[in-house]
């Protein structure tokens, strides 16, 4: 994997960039027999959506590709054309497959495009495994990455009492502690549910009701340190690294400013690698990337305090080594809102820069154009053939 930490200049539209919107097919009968990109979502106006769609539409068309979306009104229509061979899409982007549902249409539509010879960005069964939380912290300890403390409770066994072993693995006797119940297949922080350990039975309970047939996990929760950015501001030692295409776009990141009003998202430099000693971190998110065969999802990483194990350490300033950590493995459904609408969201220029790398990807996948191989003979003033230079 070509890792590379971008710097995050604001890009003007190049002068090839064509103004261009998003095509947008009402109802099945306005489907087209060829897209060369597509993404799909349930619903065409969604405003966290419109920066990426103005540029991802500018991108395609700059390179001379058709580009549209794919919504509830055409989703079950576009499957039986891709399945039929009456529809064929180059590239996919997918914005709300469920993969844990075996009919869900996004999931399915994803499928099809991948059956009908063209590359959704991401192939189905591996976000299909590693979107299931439970599956890939199965996966990541199996191979050293850090993780927390875990117990999972099956959807068969929703009512069994915590053994011993298990209340130890997540240390609920010591004053203070704190856990993370979770969903395998929640997404955007949805059926988190945060207690402590006199309330872990009532949380259990409530997201049992929420998700009856998930597995639920039981994350200790982990205290990552603080540590001081170049901009002389004290941060919690807690990253969300994008992973795109074989790039790495690494960012400080902390619900706490966006609380404040401030921008959750903070470029981690290539100097605060340094300086800071954070490569391991680095490591973790290309290993990852590695690992779960994906060429388009997050990942969020922390240093942890001292007990979980980890094959990628990092030496603090105060001298301590930590573990680094991952605590949201991986959402293959990444935010692209901008900064500049919501202080939450990534940075414009971001946005701006994985849509053009989309459209690359689209660009290389569409099918050359196969022109007939030129007649290397020349006509001379009789109209005998003549071989031009260089011709046997």
């Known amino acids: 994997m070509d890792v590379v930490i971008l710097p995050l200049p604001v890009r003007e539209a190049p002068a090839t960039e064509r103004p261009a919107r998003l095509l947008i097919p009402s109802c099945p009968e306005e489907l087209a027999p060829h897209y060369d990109l597509t993404l799909s979502r349930t619903s065409v106006d969604q405003p966290m959506f419109a920066a990426f769609d103005r540029w991802l539409a500018g991108a395609a068309a700059a390179r001379g590709l058709s580009c549209a979306l794919i919504h509830d009104g055409t989703v079950h229509e576009a499957v039986r054309r891709l399945q039929s061979g009456e529809l064929s899409i180059g590239y996919h982007l997918d914005y709300y497959a469920l993969w844990h549902l075996a009919d869900d249409p996004y999931a399915r539509l994803a499928q099809a495009v ?35 403390e875990t117990v999972l409770v099956r959807p068969w066994a929703p009512e069994r009492p915590l053994t011993a072993a298990e209340r130890r693995r997540l240390r609920l006797d010591e004053p203070g502690a704190c856990v993370f119940v979770k969903p395998a297949n929640g997404f955007g922080g949805r059926g988190v549910i945060r207690t402590d350990a006199a309330g872990l039975p009532a949380a259990l309970a409530t997201a049992r009701l929420q998700y009856p047939d998930d597995t639920l996990l039981l994350q200790r929760g982990v ?41 959750a998202y903070r470029e981690l430099t290539p100097a605060e690698v340094r300086r ?19 060429d388009w999802f997050s990942t969020e990483i922390c240093l942890g305090d001292g007990a979980e194990a980890s094959r990628f350490r990092v030496r603090c300033p105060d001298g301590r080594e930590r573990p680094v950590v991952g605590i949201d493995y991986v959402n293959d459904q990444c935010d692209v809102d901008v900064q500049s609408r919501w202080p939450g969201a990534v940075p414009d220029a971001v946005v701006r820069h994985v849509a053009d790398r989309f459209a690359e990807a689209a660009a290389r996948q569409r099918p050359a154009v196969v022109l007939p191989f030129p007649d290397r003979t020349e006509r001379g003033s009789e109209g005998a053939p003549r071989r031009l230079a260089g011709c046997a």
Request: net charge negative.
């Open 276 to 294: 800071l000693g954070l490569q391991a971190v680095l490591d973790f998110a290309a290993e990852l990337a590695e690992l779960c065969g994906l």
């Open 223 to 263: 205290a990552c340190p603080r540590l001081t950015c170049d901009d002389g501001v004290e941060r919690p030692a807690y990253w969300r690294v994008l992973c795109c295409l074989g790039e790495l776009l690494p960012f400080w990141w902390s619900q706490r400013e966006l609380e404040q009003g401030r921008p």
């Open 114 to 148: 991948q059956d009908a010879g063209g590359r959704p960005v991401n192939p189905p069964p591996r976000s299909r495994l590693f979107t299931d939380k439970a599956t890939a912290h199965a996966e990541l300890a199996r191979h050293g990455f850090g993780v927390p």
